[in-house]
């Protein structure tokens, strides 16, 4: 047995410093192209492929929250006035939040310094009109979303029949690619299409009928649940109108 543990922790630490040696190889823009696998869960590097976040194709010049064709910035990010470049693209995968407060982006920054020049100098190629690259960052794809498309909401269901006007949706109106809620308290809250789930509860917990409920959502890349009473409400509550 204590063969067997050496062997096996020996194994593990062969693993962790191949791996590590791995990582540390190659240009920037390789190592970059591994970091962004944390990125392509919300974006795009194809023109015109909008997905949580706007494409980053061209993005370098771009001002930003001012892509035509994606209709979820949030005013924050508009009224800004910043144009995307190298310094103002490291501000921003550093602290979203510090460099636009009030932005809707909820991914908490990359916070190494090289990671993120590494990432940058994937982009500048990755987005340049014309440039063909995969989505997913080799080893690293898929890690350290964080709070990219994580894991909301879970555990006990809460009881729907006490929502309060927050959580009481009062319309849902569907625009291209896009769901615009509306709830009792007069806030509009926008999603991509595959970010928002459409459920029903018909249990004693479940909402009211035609009362639907929007609440944080418990799967993976989903932002939020719209939960109904039946599954005859989901059509009747969403209006196509932009």
Known sequence: MKKMQTFVAATLATVAFGSHS????G???????????????CHSLQPGQNMT??????VWGRKAGSLADFG??????????IVWNDETLDQWIADPQRLVPGNQMTFPGIKDPRQRSDLIAFLKQAAQPGAATAQRGGPMGGMGMGGMGGMMGGGQAPDLKQSDPAVRVRAISYCKDTYIVTTADGQTHKFWERN???KT??????PENNAPALIPAGMMGDRADVIFAAPSEISAHIESKC
């Open 27 to 41: 240009s920037p823009a390789a190592r970059g192209q591994r970091v962004f696998g944390a990125c392509a869960a």
């Open 53 to 58: 976040g706007p494409s980053l194709a061209a």
């Open 72 to 81: 979820r910035y949030s005013p924050a990010l508009q009224s800004s006035n």
């Open 201 to 206: 509860d018909s249990s004693g917990e479940g």
């Open 22 to 25: 791995a990582l540390s190889q």
């Open 196 to 198: 928002l789930r459409l």
